[in-house]
């Protein structure tokens, strides 16, 4: 099911966009990355394939968040993403930068914490991944929704993803 907001792409805008953006590449910047999005919607690594409803109205009931800040280089990013279940949190958090043309946003996880309200329960150091195996979102486009923001990428397994800050 997509998105009833007026003005959220649908999934054949986000289809036409990621065309452009594999040709002329998107023109997103750091700067158009920094937020705190929401997951709205997800589609299947096939072309056209139909809406994942199920699945993402789960990650939007577990709160799915990715956070992008600036890092400490001028193109490198702090990139946290989680779920929460009520005062349960899961938290991967780690470095990211933008690569290519297009760009696409590269990301490892240093770092998963779980913690009960304000306890931390556990913190555990993650292992970097083989430069061949890191994951990455080829970001496709942004715009804006009235006040609100949203942001388009596919990620490496094939999935497209809807945000909205």
Known sequence: MESKEQGLPNGPD?????????????????????????LDQLWGKQRNAPPMAPAAALLRSLQATLSIRPGT???????????????????????????????????????????????????????????????FFALIASGTNGEERWLAARGRGGGLALWRS
Do not use: D, Y
């Open 73 to 135: 280089q001028p193109t490198s990013l702090r990139i946290h993403n989680s779920v929460q279940l009520g005062t349960l949190k899961l938290l991967f958090e780690g470095p990211g930068q933008l690569t290519g043309r297009r760009p696409l946003l590269v990301f490892w996880f240093e770092q998963l914490e779980v913690r009960l309200g304000p306890w931390l329960l556990i913190q555990r150091v993650l292992p970097k991944p083989a430069e061949a195996k890191l994951p």
């Open 14 to 38: 986000l289809l036409a966009a990621e065309r452009l953006s594999r040709q002329e590449g998107s023109g997103l910047t750091p700067e158009a990355l920094g937020a705190e999005w929401r």
